[in-house]
């Protein structure tokens, strides 16, 4: 019998990768997508399956982590090996903008999933992963940070998800159930959602060198990250239920970077060398020369960032930094993907469609730009 394997949050970055990890792995993987008033499948379209065919191993319920009953009884119908919480509201901003809501699906809904693997006596059959993050450390208290560097969450999704955090922890303790804890660092792709930091660079500058976008207007560029890579991510969660007793990982690069060098990053890989003058909300980026051909719609001077003030967040978490030790020495994991490498590939996926767009437009057959940041 195949292991069967839920995933909460299928449709998004990281739940479409491990999807495909687990397929590949021959597992039976069953999704919960939400129900949109339009097409929200995207990520996975290319691993769908025919519901009709007897032999389809991928599997997609409606459902919602605010939906008690839903919940429950999916996992009664499925009795999965393992459960993947990866569903969230995931955005750090748009948590000070819908913090309740970030709370019932974050924080609660996390409770929602254990407390129905508990109700239904599969806590010794089920085993679980939670989404945790680097946000937990907010301000910062040590720098690298580790499995033991306290937490100071500094948004209501981070506060949320300190809570699934915990209530992972606290029925490991209570009920002896396998659940283990990611602290995730921040890991992109070309498949990120278009609002996190590192797709809106690759998306808006290759936008922008197409002619189809004026200018990138961007927040706290000053910021600094340990991007990895999303596959490189997926590969640790699946990993870290295979171990034979529950346990927490860091899961970061080690290495740290700031936004402005990964909107460089993303200009070089157009053949745009920028020049950054200016200080805070008047700092800008200009065009200092252009090599090859990724970049028709440019020339030396024009200014292609510029800061708007809407993107400061409430409470900002100015630096994150992880130490991955303890996968690396328990479970032999280390990230094969470094940042550069990410970034290339994914100004390459945005560059691809962003001429595909211009190619139309000059066509005629104009489609609308979503400048939404
Ligand atoms: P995404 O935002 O790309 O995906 C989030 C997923 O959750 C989507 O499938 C979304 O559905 C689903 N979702 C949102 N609200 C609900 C809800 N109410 N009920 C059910 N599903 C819901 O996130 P990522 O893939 O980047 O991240 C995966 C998880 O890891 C998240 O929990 C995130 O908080 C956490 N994390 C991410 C990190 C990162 O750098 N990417 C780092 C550390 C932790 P829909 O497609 O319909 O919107
Ligand atoms: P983050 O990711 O908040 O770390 O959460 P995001 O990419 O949104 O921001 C990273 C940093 O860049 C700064 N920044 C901007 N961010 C956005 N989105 N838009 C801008 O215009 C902009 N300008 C500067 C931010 O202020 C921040 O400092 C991500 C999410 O995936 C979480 O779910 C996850 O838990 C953490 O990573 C680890």
């Known amino acids: 019998m195949a292991p069967k394997a839920l995933i909460t949050g299928i449709t998004g970055q990281d739940g479409s990768y491990l999807a495909e990890f687990l397929l590949e792995k021959g597992y039976e993987v069953h999704g919960i997508k939400r129900r949109a008033s339009s097409l929200n499948t995207q990520r996975i379209d290319h691993i769908y399956e025919d519901p009709h065919s007897k032999h389809a191993s991928l599997k997609l319920h409606y459902g919602d982590l605010s939906d008690t009953s839903n919940l429950t009884r999916l996992i009664r119908d499925i009795e999965p090996d393992e459960v993947y ?3 969230a509201q995931s955005h750090v901003a748009v948590s000070f903008e819908a913090p309740e809501y970030t709370a019932d699906v974050d924080a609660t809904g996390t409770l929602r999933l254990l407390e129905a693997i508990r109700f239904l006596g599969l806590e010794k059959k089920t085993r679980f992963y ?49 659940a283990c804890n990611g602290i995730l660092f921040n890991h992109e792709s070309p498949r ?66 700031s936004v402005r060098e990964f909107i460089t990053w993303s200009a070089r890989e157009l053949g745009i060398e920028l020049d950054f003058k200016g200080q805070g909300v008047d700092e800008i980026a200009t065009v200092t020369a252009i090599t090859g051909d990724k970049a028709p719609a440019l020339k030396p001077g024009d ?39 990410m970034c ?28 939404e940041g």
């Open 85 to 87: 919480n990866l569903g």
């Open 130 to 178: 939670q989404a945790s993050t680097s946000e937990l450390y907010g301000l910062v208290q040590e720098t690298p940070q580790t499995e033991t560097t306290p937490f100071h969450p500094r948004s209501p999704y981070a506060v949320a998800k300190l809570y699934a955090y915990w209530i992972a922890v606290n029925y490991r303790e209570a009920y002896g159930m396998y």
């Open 192 to 257: 990120r959602g278009e609002t996190f930091v590192t797709r809106k660079i690759t998306r808006g500058l290759s936008n922008i060198a197409m002619g189809l976008e004026p200018c990138l207007y961007m927040g706290n560029i000053d910021s600094l990250r340990d991007w990895g890579h999303a596959k490189d991510y997926v590969r640790m969660q699946w990993m870290m239920l295979q171990q034979e007793a529950p346990d927490d990982f860091v899961i970061a690069t080690g290495k740290q970077y």
């Open 303 to 341: 200014v292609v960032m510029r800061i708007d003030p809407r993107y400061f967040r409430p409470a900002e978490v100015e630096t994150l930094l992880g130490d991955p030790k303890k996968a690396k020495e328990k479970l032999g994991w280390v990230p094969e993907i470094t940042a550069q490498e």
């Open 344 to 371: 290339a590939e994914m100004v390459a996926e945005d560059h691809k469609a962003a001429r595909r767009h211009a190619l139309l437009k000059q066509h005629g057959l104009d489609l609308p730009v979503s400048l």
